[in-house]
């Protein structure tokens, strides 16, 4: 069964309303995300989350820039408990939460980012429930429909951050070209060195760039030992790193 909550350095998330838990590839993607905008000269001062579930994004976001985070979650009891660890948080002033389909909702003002962990599976088996379903799979929100919202509500100088399939990754990099969205930089990630890439995490611009930068991350050394590059990145986050 999976926990109830879940403990960060600074915030914690509770998930047990919530259709999908805290997973090790979401963290990853949150702080690789806060990461490489950090790097630029790229300043926030609005960010977006589509599909905002617990609230995860939100926070590590608002735990490394002082800008504005409004999230938006179509699922009620995702929704509700989202509000609850965001409210519960030292940035609750910076953070709001809207219960809305993001394809109807009207946003307040364009974003410097807009991050999404979305749904990943078209055509995959699905479970029985209907909230796992919306979640994972694209019943609720295909990815011509994220991409869509992103190009309307991004700024001109901004940034779209997506975590993939890595089977996924270049049917959808072909798609946000047709919306003018570009990636300037992909995050490969596998298990262990001797797995393959199970996820991408891409950091997209208006910005048509020849050849994006590449990375790699391998999560593990050993099953019950992460790696150096993980650690670095988890470390401002994961309670026992």
Same mark, same amino acid.
């Given at each position: 069964?999976?926990?109830?909550?879940?403990?960060?350095?600074?915030?914690?998330?509770?998930?047990?309303?919530?259709?999908?838990?805290?997973?090790? /590839?979401?963290?990853?993607?949150?702080?690789?995300?806060?990461?490489? @905008?950090?790097?630029?000269?790229?300043? +926030?001062?609005?960010?977006?989350?589509?599909?905002?579930?617990?609230?995860?994004?939100?926070?590590? *976001?608002?735990?490394?820039?002082?800008?504005?985070?409004?999230?938006? $979650?179509?699922?009620?009891?995702?929704? $509700? &408990?989202?509000?609850?660890?965001?409210?519960?948080?030292?940035?609750?002033?910076? +953070?709001?939460?809207?219960?809305?389909? @993001?394809? *109807?909702?009207? @946003?307040?003002? &364009?974003?410097?980012?807009?991050?999404?962990?979305?749904?990943?599976?078209?055509?995959?088996?699905?479970?029985?429930?209907?909230?796992?379903?919306?979640?994972?799979?694209?019943?609720?929100?295909?990815?011509?429909?994220? +991409?869509? @919202?992103? $190009?309307?509500?991004?700024?001109?100088?901004?940034?779209?951050?997506?975590? *993939?399939?890595?089977? %996924?990754?270049?049917?959808?990099?072909?798609?946000?070209?047709?919306?003018?969205?570009?990636?300037?930089?992909?995050?490969?990630?596998?298990?262990?060195?001797?797995?393959?890439?199970? %996820?991408?995490?891409?950091?997209?611009?208006?910005?048509?760039?020849?050849?994006?930068?590449? $990375?790699?991350?391998?999560? %593990?050394?050993?099953? /019950? &030992?992460?790696?150096?590059?993980?650690?670095?990145?988890?470390?401002?986050?994961?309670?026992?790193?």
């Amino acid at each position: 069964m999976p926990n109830h909550y879940f403990q960060f350095k600074q915030f914690t998330i509770y998930q047990d309303r919530c259709a999908l838990k805290v997973s090790t /590839d979401s963290c990853i993607f949150g702080a690789w995300v806060a990461k490489k @905008v950090a790097a630029t000269e790229h300043h +926030l001062n609005a960010c977006l989350d589509i599909g905002a579930g617990s609230g995860l994004l939100m926070l590590m *976001l608002a735990q490394q820039f002082p800008g504005i985070v409004h999230g938006v $979650e179509i699922d009620l009891g995702s929704y $509700e &408990q989202a509000t609850g660890n965001t409210k519960a948080s030292s940035w609750y002033n910076r +953070l709001q939460l809207f219960h809305s389909d @993001v394809k *109807l909702f009207s @946003v307040p003002h &364009q974003y410097d980012l807009i991050i999404s962990n979305p749904p990943f599976f078209e055509g995959d088996l699905k479970s029985a429930s209907s909230r796992y379903n919306f979640a994972k799979h694209d019943d609720g929100l295909t990815l011509q429909d994220l +991409l869509e @919202v992103a $190009e309307r509500n991004l700024s001109g100088k901004g940034m779209f951050a997506v975590l *993939l399939p890595f089977h %996924r990754s270049d049917y959808f990099e072909k798609l946000a070209a047709s919306y003018g969205l570009f990636p300037s930089h992909k995050l490969m990630i596998r298990q262990t060195i001797d797995h393959p890439y199970f %996820r991408t995490a891409m950091l997209m611009t208006r910005k048509n760039i020849v050849a994006a930068a590449k $990375e790699e991350l391998v999560i %593990r050394r050993s099953p /019950d &030992q992460y790696t150096a590059p993980f650690i670095a990145l988890l470390k401002p986050y994961y309670l026992h790193l």
